[in-house]
């Protein structure tokens, strides 16, 4: 058999590296969920709307928050409005199939053709909520005591998870699971990256700008290491105020868009005085 | 098939289970996998590791189990070959020829087009087929033209550089992930995830209160019926001691036992933080200020905290003999004690029974007589993030009565 289809390859705003490409394939080939952890910055969610962009397929997002109870995902039962309708004569409240509301889980399972579900940091929620999804992303069932009914996914959504490992998850939810780590890209991919997000700005400056922000990102001690996103502000920032490639070698204009904490800042302007100025660290 | 590599993986610390493995074999025997040492890296790493802080591990297995097969190489394997063994006549370059040298450099930098000579270095790997050593033109060793290795074209690619997708072997051998490994030390981020884990203890010995949501559904479904729901409270009831040696044994483990005070004292979940100092041991008094200048009685300690108080001790436990078991043996040379400190220790522990003790030095020192000691009356931990969860966990679960001889 050999090879899988490769059906996801990164779409145009978006480069995968070629592992996570296979692997990302895989997973939709086994239809098994995909845990994504890495660093802020490194293009966890947005790998989900790529991937919903290059198969063709519509994205449910569920974002998950500290109060979200696995239940919300399933389904509401809206009992509130029941009561209320009850209280009225004009309304048949005998069904309580019109109070049942199917929640983005619940929404993907129905959904008349294949989804892909983001579950985006799922580790913000209480540190048994995966747990309580187990079977309902094993299976991709569930059951509805009020109509004693039983849910199942007309297609298995391609399920993508995200976490910034907050909290770590429980084994016996990853063992279901396909994981992959996104490492931080390196100065090519990165290139990659930028290139996708302004195709227009000279390569020079994108280069420069880049051989910086790698500089910056290994001064040590930083409370927040400037991300991709930061870079990418960074980069328009520097195309838009018409900056020249020497001055970004010889000074860091808009080092706010890099650094966001005071701290960091000061930090950085000690270490880089302490290196006898900017721009001396170039390696041919 | 590969069974072996499974129990390589479990040797070296991966905790892959045997679900995992079945269905990485599962998705293997159904041709889900190219057959190329890259993806089974890349990929049967995503099936059978869960947490980047064991791809090191998983590294180390890999080289260990398919180390020995040759990866079959993008074509930068091929040109890499070429350039083993450089020739051993590169010239040495006095301090002029390498200033020429460096302008050399800026000027092709000016000249050329990196990617143009991208373009060259492709075509150019496309016509040549074999090694090539010395020369202008080719890709090889020790020539000038501007591709190879160990050669003197300033400015030129120099093979052997990062590609996107190495042969999987060598991102093993590179070890990248060494740094997420969990037995290394603490950093204060890390420090506050291990930490949150006492978040669990929440809804411990927590009030009741009424459960609105509950109670309307439940209402709801009686129709109307009023039906109260009461649930446990969701605060947070930890509270915690934190106690640390700032004796002269700890210096070299200072900015570890920082890290882990400001990370505890950033939490804002504990419902109670105190920290004290004590200096090699504990005696009749710990202090309020690293300096031991402001001193609390350890009976306070009894008298103000209850039992429910979940102590963390800081320290190396080695000292000398006496100054565990002594009367005065303190090593202060104003400070006398009527009691030894290992009556000390037994009484925290008596008092608190959630007590751990960490340590900042690693286990395999640890074989000492105060430090054996010191383990057999709290349960002992490295100061590792490791060690911190398997404290947490052993402060969460019931109190063991402290271990006997």
Not at chain 1, 35 to 64: C, D, F, Q, Y
Not at chain 2, 26 to 53: C, D, I, P, T, W
Request: hydrophobic share 35%.
């Amino acid at each position: 058999m050999g090879n899988v289809v490769l059906g996801y390859k990164g779409s145009d705003d978006y480069i995968a590296s070629r592992p996570l490409m296979e692997i990302v394939n895989v997973s939709v080939a086994l239809g098994k969920p995909l845990v994504i952890k890495g660093e802020p910055g490194t293009g966890k969610t947005l790998l989900a709307h790529s991937i919903a962009t290059a198969l063709n397929k519509r994205l449910i997002v569920w974002n998950i928050k500290s109060t979200t109870k696995a239940r919300d995902g399933l389904y509401v039962y809206d009992t509130v409005q029941r009561l209320n309708d009850a209280r009225f004569k004009d309304k048949d409240i005998s069904d309580i199939r019109k109070y049942i509301k199917p929640g983005k889980l619940g929404q993907a399972f129905i959904s008349d053709e294949q989804v892909v579900l983001l579950i985006d940091e799922i580790d913000k929620a209480d540190i048994e909520f995966p747990n309580d999804l187990l079977n309902e992303l094993d299976e991709m069932s569930f059951h509805i005591p009020e109509l004693d009914e039983e849910v199942a996914a007309k297609h298995r959504p391609v399920v993508v998870i995200t976490s910034n490992s907050e909290k770590e998850l429980p084994d016996a939810f990853l063992r279901r699971c396909i994981f992959h780590y996104i490492e931080f890209p390196d100065v090519e991919m990165m290139e990659r990256i930028v290139k996708v997000h302004f195709p227009d700005i000279e390569t020079k400056l994108v280069r420069e700008a880049i051989k910086r922000f790698y500089w910056i990102r290994e001064v040590d001690g930083l409370r927040k290491k400037p991300s991709t996103s930061e870079l990418l502000d960074w980069i328009k920032a520097l195309a838009l105020g018409g900056i020249s490639v020497d001055k970004i070698s010889s000074e860091i204009p808009f080092l706010g868009t890099l650094l966001k904490n005071e701290l960091d800042t000061d930090r950085f302007i000690k270490v880089s005085n302490s290196h006898g100025g900017f721009g001396l660290k170039r390696r041919g | 098939m590969f069974t072996d590599f499974f129990y390589l993986l479990r040797k070296k610390g991966v905790p892959v289970s045997v679900t995992e493995w079945v269905s990485f074999i599962e998705a293997m025997y159904n041709g889900y996998f190219q057959s190329s040492l890259n993806h089974l890296y890349y990929v049967g790493r995503a099936f059978l590791v869960k947490s980047e802080a064991y791809y090191d591990m998983f590294d180390l297995a890999f080289q260990e189990y398919f180390g020995g097969i040759k990866t079959e190489g993008v074509e930068l394997d091929k040109v890499l070959k070429w350039l083993e063994n450089p020739l051993q006549r590169l010239p040495r370059l006095n301090s002029e020829e390498m200033e020429e040298f460096q302008k050399k450099l800026e000027e092709f930098r000016k000249t050329h087009n990196m990617e143009e000579l991208m373009r060259q270095f492709r075509e150019r790997l496309k016509e040549q087929k074999e090694r090539h050593d010395g020369g202008g033109k080719w890709i090889g060793t020790g020539g000038t033209s501007p591709f190879g290795a160990y050669g003197y074209h300033p400015g030129g690619i120099r093979v052997g550089g990062e590609s996107w997708m190495q042969s999987a072997a060598k991102v093993a051998e590179e070890r990248r992930f060494r740094n997420y490994r969990n037995d290394i030390i603490l950093d204060v981020r890390q420090t506050k995830v291990a930490l949150k884990k006492l978040r669990e203890f929440k809804r411990e010995g927590a009030e009741e209160e009424l459960d609105i949501d509950e109670t309307i559904d439940k209402t709801a479904k009686e129709g109307g019926e009023i039906e109260l729901v009461f649930n446990r409270s969701r605060e947070n009831t930890v509270r915690i001691i934190l106690l640390m040696d700032t004796g002269g044994s700890m210096f070299p483990y200072t900015e570890l036992c920082e890290r882990l005070f400001s990370a505890a004292s950033q939490m804002e979940h504990f419902k109670d933080f105190k920290y004290y100092f004590f200096h090699n041991c504990i005696y009749q008094d710990v202090y309020e200020d690293i300096a031991n200048y402001k001193r609390v009685p350890t009976e306070k300690l009894f008298s103000n905290f209850h039992k429910g108080y979940k102590v963390f001790i800081v320290g190396d436990a080695r000292m000398a003999f006496s100054e565990l078991f002594d009367v005065n043996g303190c090593i202060d040379y104003f400070s006398t004690n009527d009691r030894p400190s290992v009556e000390w220790l037994m009484r925290i522990k008596e008092h608190f029974p959630h007590s751990v003790w960490l340590n900042p030095t690693h286990r395999n020192y640890w074989n000492h007589y105060t430090v054996d000691s010191i383990g057999k009356i709290f349960p002992m931990f490295e100061l590792t993030i490791d060690g911190l969860k398997d404290a947490i966990k052993s402060l969460t679960s019931r109190a063991k009565p402290p271990l006997q001889n």
